[in-house]
């Protein structure tokens, strides 16, 4: 989704500006309505919008299963899911999982369930699956190549296999993208690895916590509550993942070379 602009570029060593025509990414607006209520409104890159809109739906607890949607449905840029109204109504009674990690209540039983169920995930990858995920992410970014406008997330497992692929203009929308696609196959989230282009904040650490997945990558940086979230939840988090190297935040013992250094063999 690329359109073409025409630009004034400054060439410093001529000393002058010349007219060119330069390549951006579409910026989109779409509305979605859960039941017949304004819940958010996206801006995004118009592609793979379904998948947006169950991945976000998900990453956000607004729903369980996508087997909890009664209804997806798009009329020009608006889009319109039917929940059940119990799933509506619990929606605005609950509260996000950050808003729970932070409060001075104690730990509701099912986000204690997440914990568990993360922290005694011992599925193991490489970093040469790691740093591969990395490359997938630069090699298949095809509209960031071109318009440098982009982000983008993937979905691998162990073997290095690419299960779902996204690109948007923002970094928690390309997420939702590859978790929403994910989804549709009905793919077992705690056996992957989901690696990303953008900065792992609270936010972006969350998605991953929500959906199970062991282990969240980035060529870029995390934030002081990204690493607090993923130590608390047993997540392994992984940035600055480029150039043959990796800066590992919490849990490493789901990286094998790691196992390998400490136990000598894998577990």
């Known amino acids: 989704m690329l359109i073409e602009h025409e630009i ?52 956000n607890g607004i729903i369980d299963d996508i087997r909890d949607i009664l209804e997806i449905r798009f009329s020009e840029k608006n889009a319109y899911v039917k929940l059940s109204e119990e799933k509506f109504f619990n929606f ?17 039983s099912h986000i204690l369930e997440v914990i568990q169920k993360i922290r005694f995930n011992k599925i193991i990858f490489s970093i040469e699956t790691i740093l591969k995920a990395v490359d997938i992410l630069n090699s298949k970014s095809s509209i960031f190549k071109v318009s440098g406008g982009t982000h983008a997330a993937t979905l691998i497992d162990e073997e290095c296999r690419v299960v779902a692929f996204a690109e948007d203009i923002g970094r928690h929308n390309a997420i939702d993208k590859a978790i929403g696609e994910a989804a549709m196959k009905n793919l077992d989230f705690s056996k992957l690895l989901l690696a990303s282009t953008g900065r792992l904040s609270s936010e972006i650490v969350i998605k991953a916590v929500q959906m199970k997945i062991p282990i969240l990558v980035s060529l870029s940086a995390p934030t002081s509550m990204g690493v607090k979230i993923a130590e608390t939840f047993g997540l392994t988090l992984i940035g600055f993942a480029r150039e043959g190297r990796v800066n590992i935040y919490s849990s490493p013992d789901r990286i094998e070379e790691w196992n390998r250094r400490h136990t000598g063999s894998i577990i």
């Open 8 to 59: 004034l570029r400054f060439n410093q060593t001529k000393m002058d500006f010349e007219v060119l025509k330069d390549v951006i990414a579409v910026e989109a607006i779409i509305n979605l309505y859960i039941n017949n209520n304004l819940c958010v409104t996206f801006h995004c890159l118009p592609l793979q919008i379904k998948e947006l809109i169950i991945g976000y739906l998900l990453t």
């Open 92 to 108: 605005f009674k609950k509260p996000t999982l950050i808003s729970i990690f932070y409060s001075s209540e104690s730990i509701p």
